[in-house]
């Protein structure tokens, strides 16, 4: 995983996520931000416990490893056949890209 960007400031942070379509990755000692394109590749790639918020700071989903944990249902239709290819070995991750932050503080 690449760093998307480096801002300092929770304001300019906070536009920065909600200006596009991005997520917010709270892994319990750290944060982050990554595109919504990137998500499953970042879960992939994570494979750790981790909890995925929307960009307004509304519960996504939350992981167990690489695998999901609690998500709702229209989500899961939306990225599960990628997932399962991924941990099948079926297709290659991407790289992905994450911004350290501490948003949800402002959020």
């Known amino acids: 995983m690449e760093k998307l960007i480096e801002i300092t400031n929770p304001k300019e942070m906070e536009k920065f996520v ?37 960009s307004n700071g509304e519960f996504l989903l939350s992981t167990i490893g690489f695998f999901l944990n609690k998500i709702s249902y229209d989500y899961r239709q939306k990225i599960i056949d990628r997932l399962i290819r991924l941990q099948l070995g079926e297709e290659e991750s991407r790289v992905t890209y994450y911004c350290e932050s501490t948003i949800l503080d402002y959020i």
């Open 18 to 54: 909600k200006s596009s379509n991005y997520l917010l990755v709270d892994d319990g000692l750290d944060e982050y931000v990554i595109h919504e394109s990137d998500l499953v590749d970042y879960i992939y790639n994570r494979n750790e416990e981790v909890t995925i918020y929307k």
